[in-house]
């Protein structure tokens, strides 16, 4: 648009050569200033006329609409015709052809000036040059939509194989992972990290999270909570490389889980969750999950392996895929609400409650009473750790185990008395409060009205035990559970009503089901 001078000041010599709008154009190709409406405004008023922009088919890109000659835009679009020109009714217009670089614009849009006086040798320049400006903007905005659509693309695959380790398909999450990320998931076991940060800063946490782990690492934006980042990764470089990330982020926090095999990646992330509240309390605001004295190590294991192939007997009728379906959802809708579990599955929170409540149907229980929360609970969290659900000795015939025979152990009941006994010191009587809140099914107005408080007594007394028992408590999962069984344990509470838990002789292994009980043959109950 303008030559350059050699010598002293031939640079000012050649800008003042320069005509006024060539340089006002060229201002609409800084980075601050590429906006296709804006070049199409300018032209017309420089021409002191209007202007429009539309694509093949025949939709508004920009400025002014009026009415055009479609033949004549036929055979812009078509290639016959570079331009064209009439006059009519004292306005004069020129057609010029666009090239477009989207393929869904045919590769062309076109753009009309009409103006009332001719078009001079200094407008029809302007109007050349900015057709070159336009073509450029549109491909800039082009290329940078492709970027934006891949990037979008390759977050939205990461989800899904996510999703797919959520529900223990772990068969599919490395095909999927495997074309863009060989070698990810070429592994047994992993660790699931969850970052919390400023929700508004998201993108970019998970951006970084991306650079410090490259490769290594599975980097998802949680589809629950808008500050969460979660990261699955097979080694232990990643995690140091997360810690580093958090010490140079203010208002970050890192929660990171044990080692787990894939198919435990909603029990991971679990307690990823879990870490953070510790996290918050922690001078480096970074922690792992503690791997304490859980309920279920002090139970006599064989004896916890054929209880609970027992009590979720009745889904082993069901396909496969159904039942680690219905099991994964499940679990992760006992961790957490319906609504958090469903996005995390990309599923509808219907869904996720129509497979809670089918698998209530099969097990004859009641989600709704926390102590039957706390052992199905129990179960699952079991049952992940055999192969397919099943007891170790091959399916051969086992003792019956039942839930008291469980919880009668000495070691449980030590662990129990001794949990629960943190609470003794307080005089608000944090204990009977929290044992009336758990019999409520942790409604806090059912809880006060059989206590004859407020219900905000209830819900302060529950908070207060929280920090001496070390346990979330007002959030539904594995840390309430493990208090609930602990209640159970002492005696404190009575033990759920289970069917499957019932007095009779042992199971045979060739009978999966129980004939005559509803919902054990597994046919569809909730649609």
Not at 68 to 93: C, K, M, N, Q
Not at 157 to 165: G, T, V, Y
Not at 252 to 274: E, F, H, K
């Amino acid at each position: 648009m303008a030559g350059q001078r050699g010598g002293r000041g031939g640079g000012r010599a050649a800008d003042a050569e320069t005509p006024t709008w060539a340089r006002e154009l060229l201002d609409h190709l800084r980075p601050t200033g590429r906006d296709v409406r804006k070049v199409v405004a300018w032209l017309a008023e420089t021409v002191h006329g209007t202007a429009v922009l539309q694509d093949n088919s025949g939709t508004l890109v920009a400025g002014t609409p009026m009415p055009l000659d479609e033949s004549l835009v036929a055979g812009i679009l078509t290639g016959r015709l570079a331009s064209a020109a009439t006059e009519e009714g004292g306005s004069h217009l020129r057609l010029v052809r666009v090239e477009h670089p989207d393929p869904a614009s045919a590769g062309a849009g076109v753009l009309a000036v009409a103006r009332p006086e001719p078009f001079d040798r200094r407008t029809s320049d302007i109007l050349t040059h900015t057709v070159q400006v336009l073509e450029l903007l549109l491909r800039a905005r082009e290329t940078t939509e492709a970027g934006r659509r891949l990037k979008r693309a390759t977050s939205d695959l990461r989800l899904a194989i996510l999703q797919l380790l959520m529900v223990e398909d772990t068969v599919s999450a490395r095909r999927v992972a495997a074309g863009l990320w060989p070698g990810l998931l070429d592994t047994d076991t992993a660790c699931v990290y969850v970052l919390e940060g400023d929700a508004a800063e998201r993108d970019r946490l998970a951006e970084e999270c991306l650079g410090v782990t490259g490769d290594r690492a599975l980097v998802v934006r949680c589809p629950a909570m808008d500050g969460h980042v979660i990261i699955v990764t097979t080694g232990d470089a990643a995690g140091a490389a997360l810690r580093s990330l958090v010490d140079r982020t203010p208002g970050t926090l890192l929660g990171g889980s044990a080692r787990q095999s894939l198919a435990r990646t909603a029990t991971a992330y679990g307690q990823a969750v879990s870490a953070l509240a510790v996290a918050r309390v922690r001078p480096d605001k970074a922690a792992l999950y503690a791997e304490r004295n859980r309920p279920e190590r002090l139970m006599d294991p064989a004896a916890l392996r054929a209880w609970t192939a027992r009590l979720l007997r009745p889904l082993d009728a069901l396909p496969h895929h159904t039942r680690a379906e219905l099991l994964a959802t499940t679990r992760l809708g006992l961790e957490f609400t319906a609504v958090s579990a469903a996005k995390v599955l990309g599923v509808s929170r219907n869904t996720v409650r129509a497979r809670m409540e089918r698998v209530e149907s099969l097990l004859r229980t009641d989600f709704t009473d926390l102590a039957v929360r706390a052992t199905v609970h129990l179960a699952l969290s079991t049952q992940v750790s055999l192969a397919d659900g099943q007891d170790e000795n091959g399916g051969t015939r086992q003792p019956r185990a039942r839930l008291d025979d469980l919880l009668a152990g000495p070691a449980l009941e030590t662990w129990a008395r001794e949990l629960l006994g943190r609470l003794d010191s307080d005089a608000r009587d944090l204990r009977r409060t929290l044992r009336s809140w758990i019999a409520a099914g942790g409604n806090a107005e059912r809880a006060a009205r059989a206590l004859a408080v407020h219900a905000q007594t209830v819900r302060d007394h529950v908070r207060s035990a929280e920090p001496v028992l070390e346990r979330r408590l007002l959030a539904s999962g594995g840390d309430l559970y493990e208090v609930v069984l602990a209640h159970l344990a002492t005696g404190e509470l009575a033990h759920p009503d289970l069917p499957r838990d019932e007095q009779g002789p042992p199971d045979h292994p060739d009978h999966p089901g129980d004939p005559g009980h509803p919902g054990d043959s597994g046919a569809p109950v909730h649609g």
